[in-house]
């Protein structure tokens, strides 16, 4: 079963950046995907972005693409998500999830394990 957990939230003005990062630890991440969810204030959760960890590759909400890259390190079993030109709009908790299956989805309903959250705060 694994376990995640998310770090690097913050407090940032509009338009700046912050890194989230999410350590995987407790089962093997072949054919995994790991996705990054957010809840804004009075909001449902939403997909943000998601990576397979084998080959790599990714999705991204129409809303954060070209301003959020996900990445990862599989030696360290971390997956990164890069967040440019960040708006109020994006704030909310940030949480990462895992999909045993690999869907390439960005539904809540495919992920079987979920973080804790992290806050992110995007405010002048």
């Known amino acids: 079963q694994l376990q995640l957990v998310e770090s690097g939230g913050g407090l940032v003005q509009p338009g700046g950046s912050l890194r989230l990062s999410c350590v995987a630890s407790?089962?093997?991440?072949?054919?995994?995907?790991i996705g990054w969810f957010r809840q804004g204030p009075g909001k449902e959760r939403e997909g943000v972005s998601c990576i397979a960890m084998s080959g790599g590759g990714t999705y991204y909400r129409n809303s954060v693409r070209g301003r959020f890259t996900i990445s990862r390190d599989n030696a360290k079993r971390t997956v990164y998500l890069q967040m440019d030109s960040l708006k109020p709009e994006d704030t909310g908790v940030y949480y990462c999830a895992a999909d045993r299956i690999a869907s390439m989805t960005l539904f809540t309903y495919d992920y079987d394990y979920w973080g804790q959250g992290t806050q992110v705060t995007v405010s002048s």
């Open positions: 407790g089962g093997s991440l072949d054919g995994v995907a």
